[in-house]
Nanobody, 126 residues
Framework: QLQLVESGGGSVQPGKSLRLSCAAS????????IGWFRQAPGKEREGVSC????????TYSESVKGRFTMTRDDANNIVYLQMNSLNAGDTALYYC???????????????????WGPGTQVTVSS
């Protein structure tokens, strides 16, 4: 059974960086697209980034483009989200999820993402 566990969240000041990790176990995810999502209090869950199988394509939401970088280490079944220049708008619970197909869609919708981790909290505050 596939399990995903996020880590690396925390509380930081605006302008600082964090690197989130998503470790998969019980299943090799190399052939699947993986996404990062976030949900702030009172808001809907939104797509942040998605990386296709083989890292052939990576998609970012407009709100994080140029600040966040998503990578994958298929040898170790881990996906990362490097988050730079964090601001208060990035405060949320961050989730990783696997898609049932190898590709991402440009809108990073929740459609097709079946397995989710429990999330890791990111708080950006001065």
């Amino acid at each position: 059974q596939l399990q995903l566990v996020e880590s690396g969240g925390g509380s930081v000041q605006p302008g600082k960086s964090l690197r989130l990790s998503c470790a998969a176990s019980g299943f090799t995810v190399a052939h699947l697209a993986i996404g990062w999502f976030r949900q702030a209090p009172g808001k809907e869950r939104e797509g942040v980034s998605c990386i296709s199988s083989g890292s052939t394509a990576t998609t970012y939401s407009e709100s994080v483009k140029g600040r966040f970088t998503m990578t994958r280490d298929d040898a170790n079944n881990i996906v990362y989200l490097q988050m730079n220049s964090l601001n208060a708008g990035d405060t949320a619970l961050y989730y990783c999820a696997t898609r049932t197909i190898p590709d991402c869609d440009t809108s990073i919708s929740l459609v097709g993402f079946g397995d989710w981790g429990p999330g890791t909290q990111v708080t950006v505050s001065s």
